[in-house]
């Protein structure tokens, strides 16, 4: 047994690393935490990293929490320290400097890594962490053609920030249309529309150096996709798929370890990969470390893309609903405040939305009634029936 000890250590302090702290808190006010991060500044929303690039950010900007906060509640925060292996059998954490902290109960959740692009000339930047687009924002100055590989979410507002920087911006991506596993094809175009409005060239279908000059580009980020970061746990015993299996507690194979967030293996469809799914994961981990017994269930967790002067909303879609024989799509007629807008139903069951335009459609109409359970045609109704300007 170590000889450093805290009744709840959490590694990865991301959303849910920190939400995972907030739901032990809200049980158990006494009990010990650490949470562990590997990057040197206190933890962050990192969906800003790439919507607010073109400003440049500081160490201090967009913090989940002032450093107060983590005093206030108890919470003993370990920042540039990583983890580097878990012995579940001795309740032992090892970090990289060395140091092995005891635990009574432990959460993992340690994120996820960017795939990379392998043998290329180019040199790729990736946006993970605060100090990465640092780095990235600061190298753009030298940049005036810049090739952004992917054309997922993260590409197309990298895309959009290269492009409010002034530079020239070739969007490329492996995918038919852009963000084509979280948009069906009518949002995509228009997705693919806005920008080539905002003089973005988009490539769709196409690798890291197809269907340009690639001798023009002075700069390259690629945003092909993430790993879960569960590499460090190979030797654990921990079962792992891609990422860590958990049921529907955030309990992984050993019983008083925890994960949530990237590095989980999914549990319920729609949900992975976004951040408030990671909160809610963190939390539900959390309340359970704590002594609870709270099971996940499926919540309404929307995609939000934010795109020059335009706003996207996708809620529960996948591509697998186009070919589904049980259900149904109505697209509602255009409107000033609502450019496009199409929802699926199974009988009079909700089963998706989409649409582009006024946000209130979505925080206020569709998000809300999804969560009191709102059957299709009332969720229609209400859309179709909002206030006017």
């Known amino acids: 047994m170590a000889g450093t000890f805290f009744d709840y250590v959490i590694v990865g302090a991301s959303r849910a690393g920190v939400s995972c702290a907030e739901g032990i808190r809200s049980v158990d006010s006494a009990g010990s935490i650490l949470l562990v991060s590997r990057e ?20 201090q900007d967009f913090l989940l929490h002032p450093l107060q906060w983590y005093e206030d509640q108890k919470i003993t925060v370990y920042l540039g320290a990583e983890a580097v292996d878990l012995a579940p059998k ?13 635990y009574g109960r432990l959460c993992i ?54 492009s409010l920087m002034g530079k020239q911006v070739d969007l490329l991506g492996p995918e038919s249309r ?15 529309k806005t920008l080539i ?39 654990s015993g921990i ?3 891609s990422g860590v299996i958990i049921d529907t507690r955030c309990r992984t194979s050993e019983a ?11 549990v319920f469809p729609f949900t992975s990969g976004l951040w408030h799914s990671a909160e809610y994961q963190g939390f539900t981990a959390g309340v359970n470390m704590a002594g609870r017994d709270v099971e996940l269930e499926q919540q309404p967790f929307r995609l939000k893309l934010d795109l020059f002067d335009k706003h996207f909303y996708a809620l529960w879609y996948t591509p697998g609903l186009e070919a589904d024989p049980g259900v149904e799509s109505r697209k509602l007629p255009e409107a000033p405040d609502l450019e496009y807008c199409r929802l699926f139903r199974r009988g009079n069951e909700f089963v998706s939305a989409l649409y582009c335009g006024d946000p209130a459609i979505g925080k206020t109409i569709i998000t809300p009634l999804v969560r009191q359970g709102a059957p299709f045609d ?10 006017s300007d």
Request: net charge neutral.
């Open 378 to 387: 009332t969720i229609v109704n209400r859309i179709q029936n909002r206030p």
């Open 40 to 59: 040197d500044v206190l933890p962050y929303k990192r969906t800003k990293l790439s919507k607010e690039l073109h400003k440049n950010y500081g160490d």
């Open 90 to 102: 001795i309740y032992t954490l090892f970090l990289a400097d060395g140091r092995k902290i005891a």
């Open 197 to 235: 409005s905002h003089g973005i060239k988009v490539y769709n279908q196409k690798g890291s150096s197809a269907g340009t000059d690639a001798g023009d580009w002075d700069g390259t980020v690629a945003s092909i996709g993430v790993r879960p970061a569960a590499v460090w746990l190979r030797d």
């Open 256 to 266: 008083e370890i925890f994960a949530a967030g990237d590095v989980a293996e999914p």
């Open 178 to 192: 852009p963000m084509a596993n979280r948009l069906d094809p009518g949002m995509s175009r228009l997705v693919e």
């Open 109 to 162: 959740a340690s994120g996820a890594s960017p795939l990379e692009i392998q043998d290329h000339p180019f040199l790729f930047r990736y946006l993970r962490e605060k100090s990465d687009g640092q780095n990235i924002f600061h190298k753009a100055q030298e940049w005036k053609h810049i090739c952004v590989a992917g054309n997922g979410i993260q590409g197309v507002e990298l895309a959009e920030q290269f």
């Open 239 to 241: 079962n792992t798929l």
